[in-house]
């Protein structure tokens, strides 16, 4: 029953792929200003609305809702990307990639065989970068297993067709990365979701407390190997994806936990200022409160802020 309903959402997926990158990229445009048009009334436009308000608390006027709607464009162009990452050929995919920036920075541990973890926050395509840093290093990427078998089971063949090993977010898989950056390979991790609370602290994120994963920083901390940080950016008008590497703040290592999670935070804030509207800003980061109070997306207290 599960596969069923997930059924209709990859047939989607496989129809806008047959889409170019430029008409797709209109598609996501379109859907996420129509989420825009209905305000309040859209979920996702609420939860938008209290990130970037909870973030950029001087953004005000019609900056802050150019900043809203330019958000929502940029995560229905990522919606709309996802069929062309999984299911056109690599080398279609990777034709798109323009240009590569810092990637020396990452070549150098991995030529040397010294493993390198890899902050992937949700901005711009992560799927292409995926593709590109799987062509050319032993990348192994940490996710979190789908419900839905038929889901899952499209995840592991599209992201690893290039060989790119994925572990799951257990304890299987921890166990997989750690033996991945001992033995010199790339990890890749989405940190910037929340966690279980027993496997995350709070840390500042734009100033804001967000239950933040713990495990990132304590595998740099065991292992001892450096952190970087890489995302796709998407250039305008369907030209195609730069991609940007750069390491992270070396605190990240720190055996401290709530300073290494402040520092994983702050290297994602800087990757995340250099193109914010491309950041995933309709995901609840900062639902799960420390004292357990009713987080700051409930229209209680929505409307109280305003």
């Known amino acids: ?29 379109a859907l996420g200003r129509r989420v825009y048009r209905q305000g309040e009334r859209q979920k996702l436009y609420a939860v938008t609305r209290t990130n970037i308000d909870l973030c950029f608390p001087s953004l005000e006027g019609d900056a802050r809702e150019a900043l809203i709607r330019e ?31 810092g990637e020396e920075l990452i070549a150098q541990e991995l030529n040397a065989g010294r493993g390198i973890l890899l902050i992937a926050p949700h901005l711009g395509n992560w799927e292409v970068m995926n593709l590109y840093l799987s062509q050319h290093y032993p990348v192994t990427a940490m996710y979190k297993p789908p419900k839905q078998k038929l889901l899952d089971k499209l995840i592991l063949k599209r992201r690893a067709r290039l060989g790119s090993r994925m572990a799951p977010a257990d304890a299987r898989g921890v166990r997989m990365v750690i033996k991945a950056l001992r033995s010199g390979g790339l990890v890749g991790i989405l940190p910037d979701q929340e966690p279980e609370r ?70 994602i804030e800087r990757c995340i200022d250099e193109c914010p509207a491309q950041y995933q800003w309709e995901y609840k980061r900062f639902n799960t409160r420390e004292d357990r109070s009713r987080g700051p997306y409930s229209r209680k207290n929505r409307e109280r802020r305003d």
Do not use: H
């Open 198 to 267: 027993s496997g995350g602290v709070y840390a500042p994120f734009y100033g804001e407390p967000a239950l933040t994963m713990k495990l990132l920083p304590q595998l740099a901390a065991q292992t001892g190997v450096r952190v970087f940080c890489g995302y796709g950016k998407r250039l305008p008008d369907g030209a195609g994806f730069e991609l940007r590497f750069s390491a992270a703040d070396p605190a990240v290592g720190s055996k401290d936990q709530v300073a290494a999670a402040a520092a994983m935070n702050a290297s």
């Open 1 to 29: 029953m599960k596969d069923l309903k997930v059924l209709p959402a990859i047939l989607a997926m496989a129809l806008v792929s047959l889409l170019p990158l430029r008409m797709a990229q209109a598609l996501g445009k």
């Open 71 to 101: 958000s929502l464009e940029q995560t229905g162009c990522s919606i709309a990307e996802m069929g062309l990452s999984w299911f056109w050929s690599p080398e279609r995919v990777l034709s798109k990639v323009r240009s590569v920036e």
